[in-house]
């Protein structure tokens, strides 16, 4: 299958900053990359959608403000979390599609201390 | 409500069965369908694709979908104790929009 790369894979920061997380296709151009958050034993929750160009689509119930997420090329889209709280701490995780098959990064374990 | 719907598990077979997994999703037009395994503290890993109905084979694993019923199921043969992960079933409504079942907890045991 095709490579999607995450970066970083852990990632601790202090309650208050801000964590960027890039995924990356390697060697294909994602139309679509999706943002997954999943907690302990738990199922992945859609947080968005991003097109390259255009405005990332937020799942109800996620902050647009604190989850910032750009997809400025047709490989490489950011998360961006804002002001982060312990709360946060999670497992993200991206997907990134050309078509129907998505293909999942490695994943990013942030920890909010 | 776009939903899909699968058996928390836990599931468990001794090695060497046959387990079946199995999935419904709530939207008639769903075009797409797919099983990802998630081993614990990792990503998702696509297995199995499956556009229309009947049976698709690859290896030790058969996906079959069947429209009217709204069910989409995986067979694995042969399982073995490294097939022990979560299955998670995904359906996908057009390019952007993706969604995933709450995932099954297989166990083979030696």
């Known amino acids: 299958g095709a490579v999607v790369s995450q970066h970083p894979s852990r990632v601790i920061c202090k309650s208050g900053t801000s964590v960027k997380i890039e995924c990356r296709s390697l060697d294909f151009q994602a139309t679509t990359m999706f943002w997954y958050r999943q907690f302990p034993k738990q199922s992945l929750m859609l947080m968005a959608t991003s097109n390259e160009g255009s405005k990332a689509t937020y799942e109800q119930g996620v902050e647009k403000d604190k989850f910032l997420i750009n997809h400025a090329s047709l490989t490489l889209s950011t998360l961006t979390v804002t002001s982060a709280h312990p709360e946060d701490s999670s497992f993200y995780i991206c997907?990134?599609?050309?078509?129907?098959?998505?293909?999942f990064g490695q994943g990013t374990r942030l920890t909010v201390v | 409500q776009k939903e899909v719907e699968q058996n928390s598990g836990p599931l468990s077979v001794p090695e060497g069965a046959i387990a079946s997994l199995n999935c419904t999703y709530s939207?008639?037009?769903?075009?797409?369908f797919f099983w990802y395994r998630q081993y614990s503290g990792k990503s998702p890993e696509l297995i199995m694709s499956?556009?229309?109905?009947g049976d698709k084979e690859d290896g030790r694993f058969t996906a079959q979908l069947n429209k009217a019923s709204q069910y989409v199921s995986l067979l694995i043969r042969d399982s073995q104790p490294s097939d022990s992960a979560t299955y998670l079933c995904?359906?996908?409504?057009?390019?952007?929009?993706?969604?995933f079942g709450a995932g099954t907890r297989l166990t083979v045991k030696p």
């Open positions: 997907s990134a599609s050309a078509g129907p098959e998505a293909f």
């Open positions: 995904a359906v996908q409504y057009n390019n952007n929009d993706m969604r």
């Open positions: 499956i556009y229309s109905n």
């Open positions: 939207d008639r037009g769903s075009q797409s």
